[in-house]
C-alpha cells in the first residue's frame, strides 16, 4: 500500500518557477516508480513526468526542458520542479504509483494523491 500527498501548488505569474512535493508512505517508496500527472478544466488527465525506482524519467514531449522530475528515497518524496511556467500549464497536479517498463511510465489506478491546484496567471 502506497499513499501519496502533494503540496507546493500555488499561484504564480507567467515565467515563474514552483516546485511540486509528492510525498508517500509506505515501506516500498524506493522499489516503485511515481509520476506526475495533471489534469486542466475540461480536459483528460495527462502524463507530465515519471520517474522509475533508479532514477529513470519519462517526460511528456511538450514540457521538456521546463520541468524536472526527481526523487529523494531517504525522505520518501518525489518532486517537480516547474520553469518558465505558462497559463496553459494551470491544472491541478497529482501524483500516481506505478509502473517503469523500457523507457515509459504506467499509471496505476489504485494510488493516486488528492492533487494541488496550480494556477498560472498572464
Known amino acids: 500500500q502506497v499513499q501519496l500527498v502533494e503540496s507546493g501548488g500555488g499561484l504564480v505569474q507567467a515565467g515563474g518557477s514552483l516546485k511540486l512535493s509528492c510525498a508517500a508512505s509506505?515501506?516500498?517508496?524506493?522499489?516503485?516508480?511515481i509520476a506526475w500527472y495533471r489534469q486542466a478544466p475540461g480536459k483528460q488527465r495527462e502524463l507530465v513526468a515519471g520517474?522509475?525506482?533508479?532514477?529513470?524519467?519519462d517526460y511528456a514531449d511538450s514540457l521538456k526542458g521546463r520541468f524536472t522530475i526527481s526523487r529523494d528515497n531517504a525522505k520518501k518524496t518525489v518532486y517537480l520542479q516547474m520553469n518558465s511556467l505558462k497559463p496553459e500549464d494551470t491544472a491541478v497536479y497529482y501524483c500516481?504509483?506505478?509502473?517503469?517498463?523500457?523507457?515509459?511510465?504506467?499509471?496505476?489506478?489504485?494510488?493516486w494523491g488528492q492533487g494541488t491546484q496550480v494556477t498560472v496567471s498572464s
Open positions: 500516481n504509483a506505478g509502473r517503469y517498463l523500457s523507457g515509459r511510465y504506467y499509471a496505476s489506478s489504485d494510488y
Open positions: 509506505g515501506s516500498t517508496f524506493a522499489f516503485i516508480a
Open positions: 520517474i522509475s525506482s533508479s532514477g529513470s524519467t
